[in-house]
């Protein structure tokens, strides 16, 4: 499982986590598989490129146990998976992204804790859940794309902040949400999402929660593009495969170094700079982006 701290930039830059893995050598030839992970969540992998789809679209994509479970392993499968080079995380339907915690089954859950019938605390799924999905997603040791189609309200907000890149319908929006059910953030938001606009505009968003439109969003550094509902899946998906044909490793290597440079000074982060780029610069693809310069030629990076 990979855990460790969340990490961004203060501007809209990649969310990345913990040290990132050297990856396996991928297989040689392109594959596809298609997998439902409890029909909550959809798994397609095509060369290189695993699109996770949250798959309630009847409830807005809302998280109910049987989905989250599905996406915190859908989501460490892509991560461990040496056939993976780029995830895109979206949701079904035009009207969410993911609207956060499924409240119908949350009610349910908070009865039986008071009468006992229950199995535990409601609230361990921030443990159970939350905390696994999001480390997965901000410590991926690849690049991870957020294709958001409709409302992306408290984790689901959360989910789409941790990602490194967003592309936003221009129907969609944002919800910090959580004030307005008595409860305080998680889904890693008091981290990610003060990085990415600031300690003053993170503080207004979670205490004052209100819809911020994908023009708002794009304005506070949320959203690095806002693009019309009908070509977001295009355009999410060119992004993805885009990221999934570079250079993995490096991609590796430059969230490792944000994620490192956000709590050290200079000094550290000059010296881990050196020893990640004595990395990159040991590696197939380095070797194959000269080559293909000096012969004028593109580079077909193989993510080694």
């Not at 205490?207 to 690095?224: M, R, S």
């Not at 495969?241 to 250079?247: H, Q, Y």
Request: glycine share 8%.
């Amino acid at each position: 499982m990979i855990s460790g701290m969340l990490c961004a930039d203060r501007r809209g830059g990649p969310l990345p986590g913990p040290p990132m893995r050297p990856q396996p050598e991928p297989p040689a030839s392109p594959h596809r598989r298609r997998t439902a992970m409890a029909d909550t969540v959809l798994y397609d992998l095509t060369e290189g490129l695993a699109t996770i789809t949250l798959n309630r679209p009847d409830a807005m994509n809302a998280l109910n146990i049987d989905t989250k479970e599905a996406l915190r392993d859908a989501l460490l499968e892509a991560a461990e998976s040496p056939a993976v080079r780029a995830v895109l995380l979206t949701g079904s339907g035009p009207r969410a992204f993911c609207v956060g915690q499924d409240l119908k089954e949350h009610i349910g859950l908070l009865a039986a804790d008071r009468d006992g019938s229950g199995e535990g605390s409601t609230m361990s799924t921030v443990a159970l859940h939350y905390n696994p999905i999001v480390t997965a997603i901000a410590g991926m040791p690849k690049p991870v794309v957020a294709a958001v189609n409709g409302v992306a309200a408290g984790a689901g907000a959360g989910f789409a902040f941790a990602a490194d890149y967003r592309i936003v319908a221009d129907t969609a929006s944002f919800n910090t949400s959580f004030a307005g059910v008595a409860l305080t953030a998680d889904s890693g938001v008091s981290w990610t999402l003060q990085r990415l606009i600031g300690y003053g505009r993170a503080a207004d968003l979670l205490l004052f929660p209100h819809t911020i439109d994908a023009q708002e969003a794009l304005g506070l550094g949320i959203a690095h593009r806002v693009v019309p509902a009908d070509e977001l899946a295009s355009e999410a998906a060119a992004v993805a495969r885009r990221l999934a044909e570079g250079p993995t490793a490096a991609y590796a290597a430059i969230k490792e170094s944000l994620a490192f440079a956000a709590g050290h000074t200079l000094t550290e982060a000059l010296a881990m700079e050196d020893e990640l780029q004595r990395r990159a610069g040991a590696s197939d693809d380095h070797a194959i982006a000269v080559n293909a310069f000096v012969k004028k030629e593109k580079p077909r990076f193989t993510g080694r």
